[in-house]
Each structure stands twice: as structure tokens, then as C-alpha cells.
């Protein structure tokens, strides 16, 4: 099993940063991919970044692509999902995952096993 906690969240302007955390215990050995995702109201769930841990490489949605930046810190367990220039279209809960997805589904939530219980990001315009 793995637990993973995510905190950060929070309310902030346009164009305003937001860090969040992802702390993860258990056996994250069992996993090779940590990705963040989002759910607006009435939407999917949409994978918005995700760490190969093997090795670092990092994948991101367009629509974050140049804002939002994933990264890892392995002496604490923890991946941070660093918002820049934040946009009320970012406005969502924000999730944390981790698995074993193919590299073709790594920004779908498909094969992430594990996930965090959510921290809410409200950008305002």
C-alpha cells in the first residue's frame, strides 16, 4: 500500500503561484510514476503533470505546459507541483497519484492505483 497525502492548496489571484506537496509513505517502491490531476465541477478528471521516478523525466499537459512544473525531492518522499501564472481555468481539485501506467497513459488516470484525498485550488480573475 501506499499513502499519499497532498497540501497547498488554497485560494489565490490570476496570475498568482501556488506550491502543492505530495507526501507519500508505504511501499512506493511499487510505483514508478507520480502524477498530479484536476477535477472541476461537472468535468473529467484531467492528468496535468507526472515524474518518472526512475529517472526524473517529467510529463505535463498542454494546457500547463510552460506554468506549472513538477519536481521531487527523494529524501523527504515528496513531489511538488510548483503554479505559476495561474488562471481561473485552473481552478479545480487537485490530485495526487502513483502507479505503474504505460508511458502512453501517463497523464491518464488509468493504472495510478494510489491517490491522495485532494486540496482544493481556486484561482480568481
Known amino acids: 500500500q501506499v499513502q499519499l497525502v497532498e497540501s497547498g492548496g488554497g485560494s489565490v489571484q490570476a496570475g498568482g503561484s501556488l506550491r502543492l506537496s505530495c507526501a507519500a509513505s508505504?511501499?512506493?517502491?511499487?510505483?514508478?510514476?507520480v502524477g498530479w490531476f484536476r477535477q472541476a465541477p461537472g468535468k473529467e478528471r484531467e492528468g496535468v503533470a507526472a515524474i518518472y521516478t526512475d529517472n526524473g523525466n517529467t510529463f505535463y499537459a498542454d494546457s500547463v505546459k510552460g506554468r506549472f512544473t513538477i519536481s521531487r525531492y527523494n529524501a523527504e518522499n515528496t513531489v511538488y507541483l510548483q503554479m505559476n501564472s495561474l488562471k481561473p481555468e485552473d481552478t479545480a481539485m487537485y490530485y495526487c497519484?502513483?502507479?505503474?501506467?504505460?508511458?502512453?497513459?501517463?497523464?491518464?488516470?488509468?493504472?495510478?492505483?494510489?491517490w491522495g484525498q485532494g486540496t482544493q485550488v481556486t484561482v480568481s480573475s
Open positions: 497519484a502513483a502507479g505503474k501506467p504505460t508511458w502512453f497513459r501517463r497523464l491518464s488516470s488509468v493504472g495510478y492505483n494510489y
Open positions: 508505504g511501499y512506493t517502491y511499487s510505483t514508478n510514476y
